[in-house]
Nanobody
Framework: QVRLVESGGGLVQVGGSLRLSCAAS????????MGWYRQAPGKQRELVAR???????NYADSVKGRFTISRDNAKNTVYLQMNSLKPEDTAVYYC???????????????WGQGTLVTVSS
């Protein structure tokens, strides 16, 4: 079983910064892509940023130039550095990881529990 633990959310003022972390643990053989999604009240969950095992990244247009995704493969952890935060960034942020598990190399895709980011004006 693979588990994700997220941290780093909170309340921040407009223009401020936060760093989210998501650590994967459990029966992991390898990790493919790691990503961050968010869901604001009354809206659908949307992709924020994603990073592949080869460190290729893609971002939502709304966060390009402000957010940076990175990963530490030794720690099975993905980060999201969020700068120049805006009220419209307010949402619950979810981590998503997929890969292969031990011992059977079965594919897995799991979600974190979510962490709330609130940007106040």
């Amino acid at each position: 079983q693979v588990r994700l633990v997220e941290s780093g959310g909170g309340l921040v003022q407009v223009g401020g910064s936060l760093r989210l972390s998501c650590a994967a643990s459990g029966s992991i053989f390898s990790i493919n892509a790691m990503g961050w999604y968010r869901q604001a009240p009354g809206k659908q969950r949307e992709l924020v940023a994603r990073i592949t095992s080869g460190s290729s990244t893609n971002y939502a247009d709304s966060v390009k130039g402000r957010f940076t995704i990175s990963r530490d493969n030794a720690k099975n952890t993905v980060y999201l550095q969020m700068n120049s935060l805006k009220p419209e960034d307010t949402a619950v942020y979810y981590c998503n990881v997929d890969g292969q598990s031990r011992p059977s190399y079965r594919y897995f895709a799991v979600w974190g529990q979510g962490t709330l980011v609130t940007v106040s004006s």
